[in-house]
């Protein structure tokens, strides 16, 4: 007796491989393009370091556009690759609201123990910051 094997229409999932692959290489050639972009500013902030005159305003600035090319690197990942782009927006901010809360907290606790190591150095600003006393070997080859 030949027994034939039918899927039922409710569980069967015919194979959607087209658009699938068309967004995953549209991810991969963004990805890459700023991944180049990034590199390159990394190399171009290295030479101006070598270089004669070092411009810290320009350096900055790299550093600034490498900082927002990484946040979109990110936000792209967490929207494609964690789908968080096909969420409603309830669910997004529910996880977004709490990151911006985290790192909020990393830059205030940066700049206040910054603070308190500045304030620790002078006797909490009731006198100046006085330079560090050579050794005495250096001190001794002044003399001489």
């Known amino acids: 007796m030949s027994q034939h ?3 039922s229409p409710e569980i069967s999932f015919p194979p959607q491989h087209a658009e699938g692959t068309k967004k995953i290489w549209k991810t991969f050639w963004i990805l890459s393009i700023i991944t180049i972009i990034e590199l390159a500013i990394g190399l171009a ?12 305003n ?21 929207a494609i690759f964690m789908h968080l782009g096909d969420e409603i927006r309830n669910f997004i901010m529910t996880i977004v609201v709490p990151l ?7 830059i205030a606790f940066l700049w206040d123990g910054d603070s308190w190591k500045n304030l620790r150095n002078t006797d909490a600003g009731s006198r100046p910051n006085i330079e560090k006393v050579a050794p005495a070997a250096k ?5 001489d």
Do not use: D, R
């Open 5 to 7: 094997h039918t899927i």
């Open 100 to 106: 911006l809360l985290f790192i909020w907290f990393i």
């Open 58 to 78: 320009l350096v900055l600035f790299f550093k600034g556009m490498v900082c927002i090319l990484t946040l979109a690197k990110a936000y792209y990942i967490v």
């Open 139 to 143: 001190q001794k080859g002044a003399k």
């Open 45 to 56: 902030i290295y030479n101006i370091h070598e270089g004669e005159n070092p411009n810290a």
